[in-house]
């Protein structure tokens, strides 16, 4: 989150092109690395990523120069992936118990088996998208309750909310699938 | 967090495993910079139509701004 002089951002909030294109290189990556933890595919990440940065030059003119311009990239990111979660149907066939493939590069954990790996996506899916962001920020990315607030525009308390809310959803998800963690 | 939720949060890190990769492979701003100079979308005369009834309508019949304004 360095190199960005205060004068850019002026000139970007004023719509200098050039200013803009400074912004966009320096932060691609970044708002990548953060879509990506959140929706899990390295194709919709790069969409979301052009998404949110057409987002955030369109919103220019609200931007206040003093302020964090990777903090407020990092939460119009959020936004754009929540939509985007919040748009997706579920992968998940009618019966629960056929096998889902994650849209990931890694490979699971051999010790679990395919049948409880696609009931614990399953049950994922069926939480609601706000839920879900927070899961997979607190739970599997293991980020800091204070970023996960910033990024989605809460107070720390509200994150731990959440993710008590998100984990009791999920096991009753889980249950319902005979999967008992 | 207690043991119960470990063995939830193990089980979700087994089941959806993050991406190893998180770099970006390549550079975006050739495809921003085409969003940039694509042309606005011109709103349809038949948009513009609509909204001239409407206020002309509401010019009109100022009661009806309360029932339009609850059915907005």
């Known amino acids: ?92 066939s009618l019966d629960d118990t056929a096998p889902i493939r994650a849209p990931v590069t890694g490979t699971p954990d051999p010790a679990v088996t395919a049948d409880v790996s696609a009931k614990v996506l399953a049950a994922l899916d069926e939480l609601p998208a706000k839920l879900r962001i927070t899961v997979r920020l607190a739970m599997i990315e293991e980020r800091p309750y204070a970023e996960i607030a910033d990024a989605l525009g809460l107070s720390t308390n509200g994150v731990k909310t959440r993710v008590f809310r998100a984990i009791r959803l999920l096991r009753k998800n889980l249950e319902k699938r005979g999967v008992r963690p | 967090m207690n043991e119960k939720d470990e063995a939830l949060r193990e089980l979700l890190r087994r089941a959806a495993p993050c991406p190893a990769d998180r770099k970006l492979k390549r550079d975006l701003w050739p495809e921003m910079r085409r969003c940039l100079e694509r042309p606005p979308v011109p709103i349809p005369w038949g948009d513009w139509a609509i909204a001239a009834t409407l206020l002309v309508c509401l010019l009109l019949f100022p009661k009806a701004i309360p029932a339009v304004l609850y059915l907005l």
């Open chain 1, 1 to 92: 989150m360095v190199g960005i002089v205060e004068p850019e951002l002026e000139r970007f909030t004023r719509g200098d092109i050039q200013a803009f294109e400074a912004l966009f290189r320096e932060y691609q990556g970044e708002i990548y690395g953060w879509i990506i933890r959140i929706v899990h595919d390295p194709g919709v990440s790069e969409d979301l990523t052009i998404e949110t940065l057409w987002r955030i030059y369109r919103a220019r003119a609200r931007f206040d120069p003093c302020r964090s311009f990777g903090a407020w990239a990092r939460r119009i990111a959020t936004n754009v992936a929540l939509e985007h979660l919040s748009r997706r149907r579920p992968e998940k």
